[in-house]
Nanobody, 126 residues
């Protein structure tokens, strides 16, 4: 069973930065599409960023464009979400998800992702 683990969430002041990490056991993440999603209390889950197999394609949501970046580190078998210029409205539980389909694409459709982590809390507050 593929096990996904996120880390890096914290409390940060507005304008600050965080880097979230997504790791998975038993698989090489390079061969899978990966998505980062977030959900704040009382709000629907939102796709934040995605990256395709081997990082050929990536995208971020309009709400975070210019501030968030998704990337892979093959040597570490890790996918990162770099978050800069954080705003209070970025506060949420951030989850990493793995699409097990071959030649995984970058997409924001949560139903395409089969394996999810427990999430990591990001709180942006002064």
């Amino acid at each position: 069973q593929l096990h996904v683990v996120e880390s890096g969430g914290a409390v940060v002041q507005p304008g600050g930065s965080l880097r979230l990490s997504c790791k998975a056991s038993l698989v090489n993440l390079d061969f899978y599409g990966i998505g980062w999603f977030r959900q704040a209390p009382g709000k629907e889950r939102e796709g934040v960023a995605c990256i395709s197999e081997k990082g050929r394609d990536s995208d971020v949501a309009g709400s975070v464009k210019g501030r968030f970046t998704i990337s892979r580190d093959s040597a570490e078998n890790t996918v990162y979400l770099q978050m800069n210029s954080l705003k209070p409205e970025d506060s949420a539980v951030y989850s990493c998800a793995v699409d097990p389909a071959p030649y995984g694409l970058c997409n924001f459709q949560a139903r395409r992702y089969e394996y999810w982590g427990q999430g990591t809390q990001v709180t942006v507050s002064s």
